[in-house]
């Protein structure tokens, strides 16, 4: 793997304590690069782990606290793609949950805005790329039964 590109996938749940329901956080790329809806998403940095990178990546894109962190759960999800950029990728998918929302400040060198979307409104039109699907599905079935 010395020579694929390491990344991290990233689901931001929170749970809304009024709904007793799980919203998720997306993010829309900007215009350069293509306009899209996904999930929190990053290369990792030297000498980190799938889960390093990506807890990195969510306070970077997002201003994420860590006080709001519930658990990370690594979702057993990795995909292998060749980026935009011709290069071979290993992604792998983790789901952080938190117990209240906080001020969420994207970095607009990568993305123009941001949504809370309702668990029960995810569906594979929520995001561009199917991995990023797949990941929101699986967290969102885990989720359903969080806590029971």
């Known amino acids: 793997m ?10 931001l749940a929170v749970l809304d304590p009024a709904s007793h329901s799980f919203s998720f956080l997306l993010l829309k790329t900007n215009e350069r690069r293509g306009a899209f809806w996904q999930n929190v998403t990053g290369k990792l940095e030297d000498g980190e782990t799938f889960e390093e990178g ?8 997002t201003n994420l606290s860590l006080e709001s962190i519930v658990d ?10 060749i980026d935009q950029r011709k290069r ?29 979307v309702a668990m029960d409104e995810i569906n594979r039109e929520s995001v561009k ?18 806590g029971h």
């Open 2 to 11: 010395a020579d694929q590109t390491k990344k991290a996938q990233i689901v």
């Open 54 to 61: 990506g807890l990195r990546e969510a306070i970077e894109e």
């Open 72 to 81: 990370i759960v690594d979702l057993r999800l990795s995909y292998d793609f």
């Open 88 to 116: 071979k990728v290993h992604e792998e998918s983790f789901l952080i949950i938190l117990d209240q929302k906080w001020e969420v400040k994207i970095d607009e060198h990568e993305h123009q805005d941001f949504k809370w």
């Open 129 to 146: 790329h199917e991995s990023n699907y797949e990941t929101l599905a699986k967290s969102v079935n885990l989720l359903k039964h969080w």
